[in-house]
């Protein structure tokens, strides 16, 4: 109810969330880890919403699009390169020259 406090309820959404994440790391993958799943998605949730609110509070109307643009322009740059980075590690090599995945700026195809 009081937006002078939602930064502080931001901060703690992502520490909750991580919290949450890192509790999931630690079990086993049974029913018991559902809570934590549940928990982790409703912070990560609020904390979604709350900042997307206050993004449209304290931005002017001539700039609101260009401003969500730019930040969905870094949401996906930063989800295109950790999945870009999860496939080399999973697969460990370039499908095309068979090059170790670090070694991808020199691959010729």
Known sequence: RDARRWPAVLGWSIVLSGLCYGVMG???WTYAVAP??????????????????????RTEDAFRGRVFATEWLG???????????????????????????????????
């Open 36 to 57: 934590a799943v549940l928990l982790a998605h409703a912070a990560s949730g609020a904390n979604w919403v709350l900042a997307s609110v206050l993004l449209q509070q």
């Open 26 to 28: 630690l079990q086993d």
């Open 75 to 109: 949401v996906l740059f930063s989800e295109s390169c950790s999945i870009l980075a999860a496939a080399c590690c999973w697969s460990g090599r370039c499908s095309r020259c068979e090059k170790p995945c670090w070694r991808l700026r020199s691959c010729r195809g």
